[in-house]
């Protein structure tokens, strides 16, 4: 014959009573949405200034301080006179990225931020590459 303790198996009893009728956890998805925090960092995209131009001035700046190399630029000349260049090419590889803000931080043209999306669904590792059309339509 085993001892039971009477007193642990109360207590256990008590802990799944108050699982069971305690406050759920779990969001109903896609009901319930979850909401992240103030200044949370999910998925980047590039601004536009106030004449729906981009901003971005292919200054490499963001490629040079993010620590993942999840960014490859290609630069070529602009067609506006305030600018000397603009990014002909714009990749960030989202599968590379560890969403630290370095790129947003680096930035002189506040042209790239990093947004509260993080639900983006992908079936291929081809579409976790935001190129520039993607980064500017989002």
């Known amino acids: 014959m085993t001892n039971y303790n009477i007193g642990s198996l109360f207590k256990g009893m008590f802990r799944t009573f108050q699982h069971l009728v305690g406050k759920k956890a779990t969001l109903e998805y ?3 949405k979850y909401i992240p ?3 949370y960092r999910g998925e980047h995209r590039l601004k536009k200034d106030e004449q729906g131009r981009m901003k971005c001035v292919a200054c490499f700046m963001c490629a040079t301080a993010c620590p993942a190399e999840c960014i490859r630029i290609v630069a ?3 067609p506006w006179p305030d600018r000397d260049k603009i990014p ?3 990749e960030i590889d989202l599968l590379k990225c560890i969403y630290c803000g370095m790129c947003e931080e680096a930035c002189p043209c506040d042209a790239i931020e990093l947004t509260p999306t993080f639900t983006q669904i992908a079936t ?3 579409e976790k590459i935001y190129d520039l059309q993607k980064l500017m339509n989002r």
């Open 30 to 32: 896609p009901e319930e």
């Open 88 to 90: 002909v090419s714009f």
């Open 37 to 39: 925090r103030k200044g």
């Open 76 to 78: 070529g000349p602009s």
């Open 124 to 126: 291929t590792r081809e």
